[in-house]
């Protein structure tokens, strides 16, 4: 996962996923040909979430994050395909608290598909952070002594 300015962009595959298919697994920016001059030599459609952190304090509703196909085609569609407890939902293109995320600190993977109808649907993994919130004026020791 490459994080940067602010979003976040993951590893995704593009393609067919049911049993017995064969999909393809791209990097952002990594041309469609390898490079090799072979094919297109476009860049791949990726998906950028503008923020994929949020406290656990949060309530249903509360945007994480606004979703965005770079490179794409035409207009996306975009669903949760992956999303254990169910904990978020995107609405429009808003990655949103679905659930109640108290209990859920630390790393929450999602997959997000992106359709378009043109082209073959890819998928995006996400890794969305909740976290505790934070109290002011504390700070644990080992942070200034190291252990």
């Not at 808003?94 to 359709?115: C, F, Q, R, W, Y």
């Amino acid at each position: 996962m490459a994080v940067g300015g602010g979003g976040v962009e993951a590893l995704f595959w593009r393609g067919p996923v049911t049993p017995g298919d064969v999909a393809t697994w791209l990097e952002p920016g990594v041309l469609v040909d390898g490079g090799t001059g072979g094919g297109s030599g476009s860049i791949p459609e990726s998906i950028f979430l503008s923020s994929n952190a949020i406290q656990d304090t949060a309530g249903i509703g509360d945007a994480i994050g606004d979703l965005s196909v770079v490179n794409g085609t035409g207009s996306y569609i975009l669903n949760l395909t992956y999303n254990p407890g169910s904990l978020f939902t995107i609405v429009g293109s808003t990655l949103e608290v679905a659930a109640d995320i108290s209990a859920h600190d630390g790393m929450n993977p999602i997959v997000v598909k992106a359709t378009n109808g043109i082209s073959l649907p890819f998928y995006y993994g996400i890794v969305v952070f909740v976290y505790p919130p934070v109290v002011s004026g504390y700070v644990p020791t080992y942070y200034i002594y190291g252990f």
